[in-house]
């Protein structure tokens, strides 16, 4: 039976990929450098690799031991403030190790890719919501190295007849019962507020971190704060599955995810508060430099050719099923 091989498998949206794909009956192989996963993550007993995209002789040894029929390519550096203060180190994984991993897969005729890519590589959206013919202009290096990725797998599609379905994510998050966020430094809205709150009950032995600062409140959206389209990991890793699966038979590549309603920031903060019962308090600091007012996807394209349909939108179930990861992992995939 053949297998599939998730890179960046330990990561938050990798570990959760892994568990959809093993729920509906592939078998799976994970390759994770483990700078950024957690081996925790990894469901129990699959063949886990450590090591690096870039390296030919490990992905060919991959190839080679297991029947990988397709590749679901996540491990990808993704923090936009990182990316402008040291560009080089996502065009080196983001870029250079991705057309490695191309390589490789071409030489031992592994054709099916699912790529991860980023709402990011709209740059400033000119409407809302974002369909995937919108222009595609970043105005970062992280959106600029995945938006160079995705067009490297196009060239690849026309010359060597590679079949591949890029993602753009909107803002993942959630957890599932055995996976959350766990990201050191943490930098992501949700995981930070619940941070918050479980200072504010005194449940972490780590030391008070700086609190939450809400970045811009002079925006023009409602309440002066961003806009983001919030999406459950689960039904983020739902659509890749469904995409490996019809992969054959798409007229189209590029989908976008999202679940077409944007919360603001401090509607995020009111919606933690009410789901842990705790207030959180907030100071209100500059814009965050990169950060577009608006980000709404329309995933009407991943609903018609994916039959994919959201089946957590709520964001208070969203947030919900973050806090109880969480209240379970106080101080991440370390405790729980
Ligand atoms: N944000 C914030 N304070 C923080 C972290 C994030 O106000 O400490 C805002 C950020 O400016 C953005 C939204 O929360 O408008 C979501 O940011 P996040 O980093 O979670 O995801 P991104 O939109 O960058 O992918």
């Known amino acids: 039976m053949s297998e599939v091989l998730v890179t960046g498998g330990a990561g938050y949206i990798g570990s959760v990929v892994c568990r959809t794909l093993l729920a509906r009956g592939h078998r799976v192989v994970v390759l994770d450098s483990l700078t950024e996963g957690h081996r925790a993550a990894v469901p129990p007993g699959i063949p886990f690799y450590q090591g690096d995209l870039g390296d030919p002789v490990l992905l060919g040894d991959i190839f080679k031991k297991h029947a990988v029929a397709g590749v679901v390519h996540m491990a990808a550096y993704c923090l936009v403030g990182e990316s402008v203060s040291d560009p080089e180190k996502y065009f080196l994984n983001n870029v250079v190790q991705g057309l490695a991993l191309l390589r490789v897969m071409r030489l031992c005729g592994v054709k099916n890719i699912i790529f991860s890519s980023t709402a990011a590589v709209y740059g400033e959206p000119r409407e809302s919501p974002i ?16 938006l160079i990725f995705e067009q490297a797998l196009e060239t690849y599609r026309q010359a060597y007849g590679l079949r591949y379905v890029t993602f753009r994510y909107f803002n993942a998050a959630g957890a599932a019962p055995d996976c959350g966020e766990d990201h050191h430094p943490e930098t992501h809205l949700i995981p930070l507020v619940l941070d918050q709150a479980l200072r504010q009950q005194g449940r972490k032995a780590t030391p008070p971190g700086e609190g939450l600062t809400v970045f811009g409140l002079d925006y023009p959206t409602p309440d002066g704060s961003c806009l983001r389209d919030y999406i459950h990991i689960r039904d983020l890793a739902l659509a890749h599955v469904l995409a490996l699966e019809r992969l054959e038979n798409l007229p189209v590549s590029i989908f976008n995810l999202g679940n077409g309603q944007g919360f603001s920031v401090l509607e995020v903060v009111r919606q933690a508060a009410e789901a842990t019962g705790v207030d ?44 109880e990861w969480h209240e379970g992992h106080p101080e991440g995939y370390g405790t729980g």
Do not use: M
């Not at 369909?131 to 995945?146: D, V």
């Not at 600091?285 to 991943?302: C, F, I, N, T, Y």
């Open 131 to 146: 369909t995937e013919e919108h222009p595609t202009a970043p105005i970062n290096p992280y959106g600029l190295s995945k």
């Open 280 to 323: 959180i308090p907030y100071a209100v600091g500059p814009r965050r430099a990169g950060d577009p007012a608006v980000l709404v996807a329309s995933a009407e394209r991943a609903r018609r050719y994916l039959g994919w349909e959201p089946q957590f939108p709520d964001l208070r179930g969203i947030i919900q099923s973050a806090w």
